[in-house]
């Protein structure tokens, strides 16, 4: 059975700081990419962070580059999303994404983060 568990969020003050988990387990994650995505009351689900398989390669959306990065541990089939700077416009509850070497796309239940003062 495959499993995306985020952990981690919360309610943090505008230039707090927070860190995502998404424990990984079901499928090969060390094969696998991952993303982080985020949705907003009232908009799209938007892509915020990637990472390869290996960790080689990342990358971010431009609203968030510079104070997050993404991160992973294959021994602990873990990926992370290090979260700091927080604005108010960052809350969102916020999803693990994989995509597996088949082609396979998971999801996990999503981790609220509240960023207010």
């Known amino acids: 059975q495959v499993q995306l568990v985020e952990s981690g969020g919360g309610l943090v003050q505008p230039g707090g700081s927070l860190r995502l988990s998404c424990a990984a387990s079901g499928f090969t994650f060390s094969s696998s990419t991952m993303r982080w995505y985020r949705q907003a009351p009232g908009k799209e689900r938007e892509l915020v962070a990637h990472?390869?398989?290996?960790?080689?390669?990342?990358n971010y959306a431009d609203s968030v580059k510079g104070r997050f990065t993404i991160s992973r541990d294959n021994a602990k089939n873990t990926v992370y999303l290090q979260m700091n700077s927080l604005k108010p416009e960052d809350t969102a509850v916020y999803y693990c994404?994989?995509?597996?070497?088949?082609?396979?796309?998971?999801w996990g239940q999503g981790t609220q983060v509240t960023v207010s003062s």
């Open positions: 994404y994989a995509l597996d070497a088949r082609g396979v796309r998971y």
């Open positions: 990472i390869t398989s290996t960790g080689g390669y990342s």
